[in-house]
């Protein structure tokens, strides 16, 4: 729904600037069938405008932008840093005091679709009362084949293919031909479509009063081509006094063409009267109007070709074991079970439909302790060593599978390269036996904290402040000796610590991780700084995601989010 309000919005500005360019060259055009024909395109072509998308190339953008920027923004999401299968970056939520207040987005899209409900309902409204007179009313035929009489009506109309009068009319034969010949070339010109398109639109475009003006000018225009009609069979002076006669004050409905309303007689006369227009006029305002609408509409569609993020980068993301995190390793061998396991997963999930399971290997024998301590809220269903027949079943599933997967660069995450398993793990039992020795199947209790709902505390608010494993002096140490500098980074000028911020969830989750450092100077002289941050910023993802889990902070014997702030000592980086 709220892709409809936004292309609601894009027509409706198209529509005003385009109606806009018309109503300056044709407002005192006499050739009504050309403008009808321009009105209906007008509508048709701000409905359809927003949906065309043009392809430009676009340079790229500096990395520094692409990626630094992920890191001084206001937040960068939740990141869940957890080497198991549902290791995903989350998109970013508001703290609880945010999320408290008004949502006015919600609020406009709400009264946007009132405003289409009440104008949909007011539509079927008039057609129901079109129905009701036309089954209600009593049929004419001295008068016509297709002429309704009801006492409800007080002046002539036509709607569709029948025309209504009023029952207890007093037409003359003169004045009837004339009402006749007037409502019969709305009828033939299908006018009654027109207003019915025009109409919807409305319910679409409730909001913008251009639509109401659009559709005042499109009935002008029916009228006066069925004035012209009339006067081609009968005299100026004839048809004015008829008009004179039958005109009446009062209410018109919307869907329907009354011959003749008190409101309209005047403008009616004027266009009668008006001077045709003369061809060249008509052809230079057709040619600047087509030239401004295109230009307006080509504008309006052009769309950047811009290289999309790649929605699989958490799963396929792998850290080389040699050159980054001390040693750290992410892989994504960690998503194939054995049939074994496979059986055991599909039993545990039959027997728990209500609850997520999710699964995680594991090379120490220590992680239950550690789930205890440092990742409160996990059940563990399922817990077993894997034999050795196992692990060669994981080694074929992992030869066997020829779907490449992407591995980033770890200065720039826009380029990467598709490799296989093969490629990306040429010692894989070595891996394997390594790193994925026990297994264990868990559910979530339902215990873990979560900054959606619950309310972040800063770091004085709270009884205790969270707790990292060895301490967060002895994470941001080795973080520091671990990382190296680039040979294009002059240390001199780091500054004392790269600063970051982030609310810890418990465990090895973490969210809204900031960077807090910011550099004096041009874009070109700090883009290989913000790269260096970035660099800093993987490993602090990875020393949490791999040894470095969190305890959560408390307050009032409960626990609860905390936001953090770690300094990561420059003087140690190499």
Same mark, same amino acid.
């Given at each position: 729904?709220?892709?409809?309000? $936004?292309?609601?919005?894009?027509?409706?500005? $198209?529509?005003?600037?385009? !109606?806009?360019?018309?109503? !300056?060259?044709?407002?005192?055009?006499?050739?009504?069938?050309?403008?009808?024909?321009?009105?209906?395109?007008?509508?048709?072509?701000?409905?359809?405008?927003?949906?065309?998308?043009?392809?430009?190339?676009?340079?790229?953008?500096?990395?520094?932008?692409?990626?630094?920027?992920?890191?001084?923004?206001?937040?960068?999401?939740?990141?869940?840093?957890?080497?198991?299968?549902?290791?995903?970056?989350?998109?970013?939520?508001?703290?609880?005091?945010?999320?408290?207040?008004?949502?006015?987005?919600?609020?406009?899209?709400?009264? /946007?679709? $009132?405003?289409?409900?009440?104008?949909?309902?007011? +539509?079927?409204?008039?057609?129901?009362?079109?129905?009701?007179?036309?089954?209600?009313? *009593?049929?004419?035929?001295? #008068?016509?084949?297709?002429?309704?009489?009801?006492?409800?009506?007080?002046?002539?109309?036509?709607?569709?293919?029948?025309? %209504?009068?009023?029952?207890?009319?007093? !037409?003359?034969?003169?004045?009837?031909?004339?009402?006749?010949?007037?409502?019969?070339?709305?009828?033939?010109?299908?006018?009654?479509?027109?207003?019915?398109?025009?109409?919807?639109?409305?319910? &679409?475009?409730?909001?913008?009063?251009?639509? /109401?003006?659009?559709?005042?000018?499109?009935?002008?225009?029916?009228?006066?081509?069925?004035?012209? @009609?009339? &006067?081609?069979?009968?005299?100026?002076?004839?048809?004015?006094?008829?008009?004179?006669?039958?005109?009446?004050?009062?209410?018109?409905?919307?869907?329907?063409?009354?011959?003749?309303?008190?409101?309209?007689?005047?403008?009616?006369?004027?266009? #009668?009267?008006?001077?045709?227009?003369?061809?060249?006029?008509?052809?230079?305002?057709?040619?600047?109007?087509?030239? %401004?609408?295109?230009?307006?509409?080509?504008?309006?569609?052009?769309?950047?070709?811009?290289?999309?993020?790649?929605?699989? %980068?958490?799963?396929?993301?792998? $850290?080389? +074991?040699?050159?980054?995190?001390?040693?750290?390793?992410?892989?994504?061998?960690?998503?194939?079970?054995?049939?074994?396991?496979?059986?055991? +997963?599909?039993?545990?999930?039959? @027997?728990?439909?209500?609850?997520?399971? !999710?699964?995680?290997?594991? *090379?120490?024998?220590?992680?239950?302790?550690?789930?205890?301590?440092?990742?409160?809220?996990?059940?563990?269903?399922?817990?077993?060593? &894997?034999?050795?027949?196992?692990?060669?079943? +994981?080694?074929?599933?992992?030869? @066997?599978?020829?779907?490449?997967?992407?591995? /980033?660069?770890?200065?720039?995450?826009?380029?990467?390269?598709?490799?296989?398993?093969?490629?990306?793990?040429?010692? #894989?039992?070595?891996?394997?036996?390594?790193? #994925?020795?026990?297994?264990?199947?868990?559910?979530?209790?339902?215990?873990?904290?979560?900054?959606?709902?619950? =309310?972040?505390?800063?770091?004085?608010?709270?009884?205790?402040?969270?707790?990292?494993?060895?301490?967060?002096?002895?994470?941001?140490?080795?973080?520091?000796?671990?990382?190296?500098?680039?040979?294009?980074?002059?240390?001199?000028?780091?500054?004392?610590?790269?600063?970051?911020?982030?609310?810890?969830?418990?465990?090895?989750?973490?969210?809204?991780?900031?960077?807090?450092? @910011?550099?004096?100077?041009?874009?070109?002289?700090?883009?290989?700084?913000?790269?260096?941050?970035?660099?800093?910023?993987?490993?602090?993802?990875?020393?949490?995601?791999?040894?470095?889990?969190?305890?959560?902070?408390? =307050?009032?014997?409960?626990?609860?989010?905390?936001?953090?702030?770690? *300094?990561?000592?420059?003087?140690?980086?190499?």
């Amino acid at each position: 729904m709220e892709a409809l309000l $936004i292309w609601s919005l894009k027509s409706s500005a $198209i529509l005003a600037i385009v !109606f806009a360019c018309y109503y !300056f060259l044709f407002r005192n055009n006499t050739v009504f069938k050309l403008r009808r024909t321009l009105l209906l395109l007008i509508l048709g072509l701000s409905c359809l405008a927003p949906l065309f998308e043009i392809q430009v190339p676009q340079e790229e953008q500096p990395v520094i932008i692409q990626q630094a920027a992920q890191l001084r923004s206001s937040t960068i999401g939740q990141i869940k840093l957890t080497p198991t299968k549902e290791t995903a970056i989350q998109p970013h939520s508001l703290p609880e005091e945010q999320a408290k207040t008004i949502d006015w987005r919600a609020m406009i899209l709400y009264a /946007y679709l $009132i405003g289409i409900s009440v104008s949909l309902a007011l +539509l079927l409204f008039e057609l129901g009362k079109v129905v009701y007179l036309k089954f209600t009313g *009593s049929r004419a035929p001295e #008068m016509g084949r297709n002429v309704i009489a009801h006492s409800s009506i007080t002046s002539p109309f036509s709607f569709n293919k029948t025309i %209504f009068i009023p029952k207890n009319h007093d !037409f003359s034969g003169a004045t009837w031909k004339t009402i006749s010949i007037h409502e019969q070339a709305h009828i033939d010109k299908k006018h009654s479509l027109d207003l019915l398109f025009a109409r919807l639109l409305q319910s &679409l475009f409730w909001f913008n009063p251009i639509i /109401y003006l659009l559709q005042k000018d499109l009935r002008t225009v029916h009228e006066a081509q069925a004035d012209e @009609e009339v &006067l081609k069979n009968i005299g100026f002076s004839a048809y004015v006094q008829t008009l004179m006669q039958v005109s009446l004050p009062g209410y018109q409905l919307p869907v329907a063409h009354s011959f003749a309303v008190i409101s309209s007689f005047s403008k009616r006369l004027k266009l #009668m009267k008006t001077h045709r227009t003369k061809l060249k006029t008509t052809l230079l305002s057709i040619v600047a109007i087509s030239l %401004f609408s295109f230009g307006i509409i080509g504008w309006s569609s052009l769309k950047g070709q811009e290289k999309e993020p790649d929605s699989s %980068f958490n799963a396929s993301l792998s $850290i080389d +074991l040699d050159t980054q995190s001390g040693g750290i390793r992410r892989t994504f061998l960690r998503q194939k079970l054995t049939t074994d396991h496979q059986r055991i +997963l599909e039993l545990l999930k039959n @027997e728990n439909p209500e609850i997520d399971i !999710f699964y995680s290997y594991y *090379s120490e024998a220590n992680f239950k302790p550690y789930f205890d301590s440092f990742n409160p809220g996990y059940n563990p269903l399922y817990i077993g060593h &894997l034999s050795k027949e196992q692990k060669d079943e +994981l080694r074929k599933l992992h030869l @066997e599978d020829p779907q490449p997967e992407r591995i /980033y660069d770890r200065n720039d995450l826009t380029k990467y390269r598709e490799i296989t398993y093969q490629e990306a793990f040429p010692n #894989m039992e070595e891996t394997i036996e390594l790193t #994925m020795n026990y297994i264990m199947i868990y559910s979530r209790t339902g215990e873990g904290l979560n900054h959606i709902t619950e =309310k972040i505390y800063e770091s004085d608010e709270v009884d205790q402040l969270p707790e990292v494993m060895g301490g967060i002096e002895k994470l941001a140490k080795a973080i520091a000796l671990d990382v190296k500098i680039p040979a294009n980074i002059e240390k001199s000028q780091l500054p004392e610590s790269i600063d970051f911020e982030f609310v810890v969830e418990g465990g090895q989750i973490i969210s809204h991780l900031n960077l807090l450092n @910011e550099l004096k100077g041009s874009e070109k002289k700090n883009k290989p700084y913000y790269l260096f941050f970035g660099q800093v910023h993987d490993h602090l993802r990875g020393k949490i995601a791999a040894i470095y889990p969190w305890k959560r902070g408390i =307050k009032d014997g409960k626990e609860v989010l905390v936001r953090m702030k770690i *300094s990561i000592p420059t003087k140690y980086m190499l």
